[in-house]
């Protein structure tokens, strides 16, 4: 019998890196543009190649590094296509699956037909998309996520977010400020009070929706709505230039 569960368990494993193998020559689509420096990391190679024509084909598993002042145009398989900005990595863990850890990037996703759309990982947070257009700066445990078109779908892979509303948030500094000028409690029965309004201003979600011309910036798991830069606004056309 134990013999019988360890033949079944090398299989298993042996199943798995096999799969893993094919997956990894499975063709993602190219770089057809670059500016400056963009490096190429195939097959887990730690030095890379730097790209000097284009276009070149991306592959599941390869890693697309841009270097200062440097940017790499990139279509997935498909209408898909994205904008690497300079100092950035992208890694392509799958077909419909990136993961981006550091840096600057452009998405533009169209859905078609009844297609999965594709899923970008950056730290901890999944975002869902089919159908869109938008940007993903990260920096430390810093996210920002800038919508200009269609529905975003933002899920914490561990935990929670902490979300904020902008609107609730500034009436309570309001409050606050007010209470603590000419109307202040005891200040026992003050912090109680704020302990309880304060629970009202925000909310634990495991994910939550993002709409078209919103913004939110996640530190950690907390969540909160931010305004999209003019700088942002000008970089989308990015995504028309090929």
Do not use: C
């Not at 419909?96 to 996703?109: P, T």
């Not at 935990?159 to 007010?178: C, L, N, Q, T």
Request: no cysteine.
């Amino acid at each position: 019998m134990e013999r019988r569960r360890e033949r079944i368990m090398r299989f298993a494993l042996l199943l798995v890196l096999l799969i893993g193998i094919a997956l990894s020559g499975e063709e993602a689509g190219e770089v057809v543009r670059k500016k400056g420096r963009v490096k190429l990391y195939k097959n887990n190679s730690l030095s890379g190649n730097l790209i000097t024509q284009t276009p070149v084909e991306l592959h599941v598993k390869d890693i697309l590094k841009t270097d200062f002042a440097s940017m790499a145009f990139v279509k997935l398989l498909g209408v898909n296509k994205l904008v690497l900005m300079e100092n950035s990595v992208l890694y392509i863990e799958g077909i419909d699956r990136v993961n981006f850890e550091n840096g600057r990037a452009l998405f533009q996703i169209r859905k078609r037909g009844e297609s999965r759309g594709l899923k970008v990982r950056v730290k901890s947070v999944i975002i869902g998309i089919k159908g869109t257009r938008f940007m993903v700066t990260a920096q430390a445990d810093q996210v920002g996520i800038y919508l200009k078109e269609g529905n975003l779908t933002v899920r914490k892979m561990v935990g929670e977010f902490i979300r904020y509303r902008k609107r609730e948030e500034e009436a309570f500094e309001e409050f606050r400020r007010e209470m603590e000028e000419g109307m202040r409690r005891e200040e026992e029965e003050f912090e109680r009070f704020k302990e309880e309004t304060e629970r009202e201003f925000r909310e634990f979600v495991k994910e939550f929706e993002l709409t078209a011309g919103k913004a939110v910036m996640i530190v950690g798991s907390e969540v909160r709505d931010v305004p999209i830069p003019p700088e942002v606004e000008e970089e989308f056309r990015l995504l028309d230039m090929f």
